[in-house]
C-alpha cells in the first residue's frame, strides 16, 4: 500500500543556509527525500526570488524555507497550475489574520497593495512530465524595518499590529498549502482556476503597464494555459505576455 505524505509531515530546521531552494536541489542529487519534505532556516545569506532576483529576509523574524512535491500527474506544459495552488495557499493561510489579500500575476502576494510574500518554483521535467517541484517561500510576519531599495514591503505584522510565533504558524500554513495540492491532485482544476483569478491583483481593472519604452492602458482577462498574463487593451486587442516581458505601472 502506497504511503501518501503531505507537505510538513517532514521538516529539516537549519539554523542558516544559502537557499532553501539550493539546499533542496543538492538533496535532490543524492537521494528522493518523501514528497512534502521541508526546509525551515531561520536566515538565508542569498535568498532567491524569481529571475535572478533577490530575497531580503531579517534573521528569524519571517517564515523562508522550501518544500518538494512529486507532481508526475501533471503534464509540463501545466506547469503553471503548481504556481496558482502554492499561491492560493500562502493566500488561504494570510486569511486568518488579514482580509485584503491577492495574487499578484505570478505568484507575489499582496496586502493593501503591498507585497508580503514571494514564491520561487523550479521544475525539473522529464519529457513531458514534472518528476519534482521545489517550491521556495518567503512570507514576511515580523519583519519592520526594510531595504530603501524594496518598492513596497510590508509584513504580517506591520498590518495587524501584532508580533507571531513562527513556530505556531507551519501547521496552519501547511495545511493550506496540502488542501489546495490535493485539489489538483484530484484534478479540481476548476476550482483552482476560479478562485485564482478572484484573488487576482488588478483582475477585470483598468490600469497601466508598460513594454519596453511603450506605456498603455489595459485590464487583466485571464491567466492562459501556459502561465501567460492576458491583457485587453482600450482597442480591444488581446495582448499575452510572459514574466518579465510586461510592467506594472
Avoid at 539550493?22 to 521541508?38: F, R, S
Avoid at 514571494?118 to 513531458?128: A, K, M, S, W
Avoid at 496540502?178 to 482544476?189: P, Q
Amino acid at each position: 500500500m502506497k504511503i501518501i505524505h503531505s507537505i510538513g509531515d517532514n521538516i529539516i530546521n537549519l539554523e542558516t543556509v544559502d537557499s532553501t531552494n539550493n539546499y533542496l536541489k543538492e538533496l535532490l542529487k543524492v537521494e528522493t527525500p518523501q514528497e512534502g519534505t521541508v526546509i525551515i532556516t531561520q536566515e538565508q545569506t542569498a535568498g532567491r526570488g524569481q529571475v535572478g532576483n533577490c530575497w531580503e529576509s531579517n534573521k528569524g523574524e519571517n517564515v523562508t524555507l522550501s518544500f518538494v512535491i512529486y507532481p508526475t500527474f501533471i503534464d509540463a506544459r501545466n506547469q503553471f497550475m503548481i504556481s496558482k495552488v502554492i499561491s492560493l495557499g500562502i493566500v488561504d493561510f494570510l486569511k486568518t489574520f488579514i482580509t485584503d489579500v491577492k495574487i499578484k500575476w505570478p505568484n507575489d502576494i499582496y496586502v493593501n497593495e503591498k507585497k508580503i510574500a514571494g514564491v520561487l518554483i523550479e521544475n525539473t521535467l522529464i519529457g513531458n512530465s514534472i518528476s519534482s517541484s521545489i517550491a521556495g517561500i518567503g512570507l514576511n510576519i515580523n519583519q519592520k524595518t526594510f531595504s530603501p531599495a524594496l518598492p513596497n514591503p510590508t509584513s504580517l505584522s506591520l498590518e495587524t499590529g501584532d508580533t507571531y510565533q513562527l513556530e505556531e504558524l507551519y501547521e496552519t500554513l501547511f495545511s493550506k498549502l496540502n488542501y489546495w495540492y490535493n485539489k489538483l491532485k484530484t484534478s479540481k482544476v476548476d476550482d483552482i482556476d476560479i478562485e485564482y483569478l478572484f484573488l487576482l491583483y488588478r483582475y477585470q481593472k483598468l490600469h497601466q503597464y508598460k513594454v519596453g519604452d511603450e506605456v498603455f492602458t489595459a485590464k487583466i482577462i485571464d491567466i492562459d494555459q501556459f502561465g501567460r498574463l492576458c491583457l485587453l487593451n482600450e482597442k480591444k486587442e488581446l495582448l499575452q505576455f510572459a514574466f518579465k516581458e510586461v510592467v506594472f505601472l
